[in-house]
C-alpha cells in the first residue's frame, strides 16, 4: 500500500499547512455548530413504511388535519388534607391562560366527569397546533410552569391554608420532551467536560508530561467541533440526528482520538529511542502505525455505519453521527498528530527528555513484565482457556436471563417535573392518558349511515370490554360512554358536528378510536396490550357480518414502539451478518490470515455475551433496573468496532514482528510486550471516557455507560491480553492460514 508513505511524505514536507487546514477546519465547525441544539430531534420517531403503526399514523394524517400537533397534561394536585373542588378557580384561570396562547387549539377540563378529576386531583388537557418537540411548545410548557407559581401565590384563588399542599404539574408528551431537551442539554455539557478532564488526567499519568496530554485533546477536539458543525447541516438539510447522539459523540471520539493518539506517541518515542530522526521516526509512524490505525478507523466506522441499515431514526441517526466523528478523528490522528511531532520534535515529550545514553542502552529484544506473563500464558495454554469458560459460563448464563424494557419514562430522572407528574396521574387513573392508542376505522362508505354505525359500535364494545383498556373514545362513545343510533341521529346538528369533527373524517369513510391502555405506554404490559387488541379486532372481524370491509389499523406510540422493536430486532440481524462479513474482509486485508480473522470475531462475541451479563446481573437482577430494549445491539455494534480496535494494534503488531523473521509464537510475546501498556492504557482512556455517561441524569445513559466501560476492561485485558495468546499458542502452525494469503498481505516487505 503506497497511500501511507506518500502520506507521511506530504505531512513531513508541509507540517505547517497541514496544523493551518485543521485549525480552520475547527474554526469554521465552531461557528456551524452553534446552533446545532435548535436543530437536534428530542422524540423519538419510527420512521418506518408498511408497518401497521405507521399506516395507521398516516391515515390520521391524511383524513384528520390539524391532528400532526402536539399534547400536554396540567395535574392539579393536593394531598390528603383537602379536596380539590377548593382549587375549581385556581384550576379555570389556569385554563383560562393556557387557552390564549396562539399554539393551543384546545383544552378539555370537566370536574364534574371523574375522567377529570378525584378527590384530590384535577386533570386539564391540553392540545395544541404544533408538533411537541417545536420551540413554541417548548417556551409553552416553561409559560405554563412559571404562570401556575403566580396564580398559586394569588389568596383569592387558592385558600391560604392549600398553598403548601399544592402541587401544579405539567406533563405529558410536550412537558416530557421540554424536560428530556433541557436535561440532555445539562448532561451534555457535564460530560464533555468531565470526559476531557478524565482522559486528560489519564494521559499526564501516563506519559508523565504537560505537552504529550494537550495533543489528543486538541486534535480530537477540533475533530468533534467539526462533526459537529457537519451534523448541523445533515439536521438542518438532510435528515433527524437524535439529541442522544451527541452524549456518545464526545466520549467515543474522544476516546478513540486518544487512543490513536496514544500509539503514535508510543511508536514516535519507539523510534526515537532507537536513534531515528523526527522525519525518520514520523515516516515510520506514519507508514506502519498509520495503516494499524486507519484500519482500525474504517472497523469501527463500518461498525457504527450499520446502525444506518436500520429505519429507526434513533439507530440510524446515531450510526452517521458516530461514522462522522471516527472518520475525521482517524482523519485528525493521521495527520494532524504527526503534523505536531514534526513541529515539536522531542518536545512533545517535555519536561521528560530522551537521552543519548537512553538510545545507546535501548534494547527492543529485551522482555517487559507483559512479554513474560505471555510466554507463561501460552506455555499454560489448554489451563487458561479451560479456567476461563469456567469464568465466563455463569456471566453467560446472566446473559440468557437479559428481559428488555421499552419504557422510556423508566429511563427519565425521577426529579422532573413532567415525571412526576406522570406518577400522580399513573397513581389516579391510568399512565395511558400520557400516549393513548388510536385505531383507525376505514371502509368503502359513509360510516355516520346506521349499518356502518352499529358495525362500528361493535368495534368500540370489543376494545371497550378488553381488560387492557380503561377508556375508549370515539363518535360511537363520545364521553367514553356507549351511543347508539338512535340518539346519535337525534342530536342537535350543532353537537353532531362538533362529535364528527372529533372522530370521522370529513367525507365520513374514516374514524378514530382513543383507546387510554390500563398500563404505562411503554411498558412491556403496554405492548402486549397491543397484540390483544389487534387480536381481539380479527376475533370480532371473523365473527362479525360486514366488517371484512373494514379496515381496522391499531396505532399511536405503543404500537409505534412495539411494532418499531420488532422492527429493530429483524433488522439487527442484517446488521450482524453485514458487519461481520465486513469486519472478517478488513482483518484478512490486514493480517493476511482467515484463521486470526475468525478468531478475532469469536472472541469479540465472547466480550459482547460477557457484557451484557454483567450488565443484566448488577441492573436487572442486583438493582431491579429495566435495562433498555437496544442495550444489547448497541453493545454488539460498538464492540464489533472497539474490539477490533485493539486487536488489530495487538495482531498488527504482532504479524509485524513474524514478517521481520520472528517465530511464531515469540512474535505474539514480542507483540504483547510491545503494545501492551499501550492497549492497557488506551482502554484506561476509553474506560474513563465512557465511565463519564455514568454521571448522566438518564439512566439509559447510565447504563451505556457502565456497559461500555465494562465491555473495554474485558476486551483490552481478559481477552486481549490473556485468552488471545492462549488461542493463539493452541493454533500454532494454523494462525497465518492459508499460507498464500499470508505471502499475500504481509505487513511490512521490508526493513
Not at 433496573?625 to 477490533?644: D, K
Request: a negative charge; charged letters at 20%.
Amino acid at each position: 500500500m503506497r497511500v501511507f508513505p506518500r502520506i507521511s511524505k506530504l505531512v513531513v514536507k508541509n507540517y505547517k499547512a497541514v496544523i493551518l487546514i485543521w485549525l480552520a477546519i475547527g474554526i469554521f465547525g465552531f461557528m456551524a455548530s452553534q446552533r446545532l441544539a435548535d436543530v437536534l430531534l428530542y422524540e423519538e420517531e419510527g420512521g418506518y413504511e408498511g408497518l401497521e403503526s405507521v399506516q395507521a399514523s398516516e391515515i390520521i394524517e391524511s383524513e384528520f388535519p390539524g391532528n400532526e400537533g402536539g399534547s400536554m397534561i396540567i395535574i392539579v394536585h393536593v394531598n390528603d388534607n383537602h379536596t380539590i373542588s377548593a382549587l375549581y378557580d385556581y384550576t379555570f384561570a389556569l385554563k383560562s391562560y393556557v387557552e390564549n396562547n396562539e399554539i393551543v387549539e384546545s383544552t378539555i377540563f370537566n370536574p364534574s366527569d371523574p375522567q377529570f378529576a378525584t378527590n384530590h386531583t384535577y386533570l386539564l388537557m391540553v392540545y395544541l397546533k404544533v408538533p411537541d418537540d417545536d420551540d413554541k411548545a417548548y417556551d409553552l410548557v416553561r409559560d405554563i410552569r412559571s404562570e401556575a407559581e403566580g396564580l398559586q401565590k394569588d389568596p383569592s384563588l387558592v385558600p391560604p391554608d392549600m398553598i403548601d399542599d399544592l402541587t401544579t404539574y405539567v406533563t405529558g408528551a410536550a412537558a416530557m420532551s421540554t424536560d428530556t431537551r433541557e436535561a440532555s442539554q445539562e448532561d451534555l455539557q457535564r460530560i464533555d467536560t468531565i470526559t476531557i478532564i478524565l482522559v486528560a488526567i489519564v494521559l499526564i499519568a501516563i506519559f508523565r508530561s504537560a505537552v504529550s496530554p494537550l495533543l489528543p485533546l486538541i486534535s480530537i477536539g477540533i475533530a468533534i467541533i467539526a462533526t459537529r458543525g457537519v451534523l448541523w447541516f445533515i439536521a438542518e438539510n438532510i435528515t433527524d440526528i437524535p439529541y442522544e447522539a451527541l452524549h456518545f459523540l464526545t466520549v467515543i471520539v474522544m476516546g478513540i482520538g486518544a487512543d490513536y493518539c496514544l500509539f503514535f506517541l508510543s511508536r514516535f518515542k519507539e523510534e526515537l529511542m532507537k536513534g531515528a530522526s523526527k522525519e525518520e521516526a514520523v515516516t515510520i509512524v506514519v507508514e506502519r502505525t498509520g495503516k494499524t490505525i486507519v484500519s482500525s478507523g474504517i472497523t469501527i466506522a463500518v461498525a457504527f455505519g450499520s446502525f444506518m441499515i436500520s429505519d429507526m431514526t434513533f439507530l440510524r441517526g446515531m450510526g452517521l453521527t458516530l461514522a462522522i466523528g471516527v472518520i475525521l478523528g482517524t482523519l485528525a490522528s493521521l495527520t494532524f498528530i504527526p503534523a505536531l511531532f514534526m513541529l515539536l520534535g522531542i518536545k512533545v515529550f517535555w519536561p521528560r527528555k530522551i537521552t543519548a545514553e537512553e538510545i545507546k542502552n535501548h534494547d527492543e529484544n529485551q522482555l517487559g513484565i507483559l512479554g513474560r506473563r505471555t510466554r507463561w500464558v501460552m506455555r499454560h495454554a489448554p489451563a487458561v482457556l479451560i479456567a476461563s469458560l469456567v469464568i465466563c459460563s455463569p456471566l453467560i448464563y446472566q446473559m440468557v436471563l437479559f428481559d428488555p424494557s421499552h419504557d422510556f419514562f423508566e429511563m427519565m430522572p425521577e426529579d422532573l417535573e413532567s415525571i412526576q407528574g406522570f406518577n400522580v396521574l399513573t397513581d389516579e387513573w391510568s399512565a395511558g392518558k400520557i400516549l393513548p392508542t388510536t385505531v383507525v376505522l376505514q371502509i368503502n362508505g359513509n360510516l355516520t349511515e346506521e349499518e356502518n354505525y352499529e358495525k362500528a359500535e361493535t368495534i368500540w364494545y370489543k376494545l371497550n370490554a378488553s381488560s387492557d383498556t380503561s377508556f375508549v373514545y370515539g363518535f360511537t362513545a363520545p364521553e367514553g360512554q356507549p351511543l347508539n343510533y338512535t340518539v346519535f341521529s337525534h342530536l342537535p346538528q350543532e353537537d353532531k358536528t362538533a362529535i364528527l369533527n372529533q372522530y370521522v373524517s370529513a367525507d365520513h369513510d374514516t374514524a378514530k378510536y382513543i383507546v387510554v391502555l390500563a398500563y404505562d405506554p411503554y411498558s412491556n404490559d403496554g405492548m402486549d396490550a397491543i397484540d390483544n387488541l389487534r387480536n381481539s379486532i380479527e376475533e370480532v372481524k371473523q365473527n362479525e357480518n360486514g366488517l371484512e370491509n373494514f379496515e381496522i389499523l391499531v396505532g399511536g406510540p405503543t404500537a409505534e414502539m412495539s411494532d418499531g422493536s420488532r422492527k429493530v430486532f429483524e433488522e439487527f440481524e442484517t446488521m450482524q451478518i453485514v458487519l461481520i462479513i465486513a469486519i472478517l474482509l478488513i482483518l484478512i486485508i490486514l493480517l493476511g490470515s482467515i484463521t486470526l480473522s475468525v478468531k478475532q470475531i469469536l472472541t469479540i462475541l465472547l466480550s459482547v455475551a460477557m457484557t451484557i451479563g454483567i450488565v443484566t446481573l448488577v441492573f436487572q437482577t442486583l438493582q431491579d433496573q429495566p435495562v433498555i430494549f437496544f442495550l444489547e445491539i448497541m453493545i454488539f455494534l460498538v464492540l464489533m468496532g472497539l474490539g477490533t480496535d485493539y486487536n488489530i494494534f495487538l495482531l498488527s503488531r504482532v504479524r509485524e514482528e513474524y514478517d521481520r523473521g520472528r517465530e511464531e509464537l515469540e512474535s505474539m510475546v514480542y507483540g504483547v510486550d510491545k503494545t501492551g501498556i499501550v492497549i492497557t492504557s488506551a482502554a484506561a482512556i476509553m474506560a474513563a471516557a465512557f465511565g463519564s455517561l455514568m454521571l448522566s441524569n438518564l439512566l439509559m445513559m447510565r447504563e451505556f455507560g457502565f456497559a461500555l466501560f465494562v465491555a473495554v476492561i474485558i476486551d483490552a485485558s481478559f481477552v486481549r491480553l490473556i485468552l488471545v495468546p492462549a488461542i493463539y499458542r493452541c493454533l500454532k502452525g494454523y494462525n497465518y492460514w492459508p499460507k498464500y494469503l499470508s505471502d499475500k498481505f504481509k505487513f511490512i516487505s521490508h526493513e
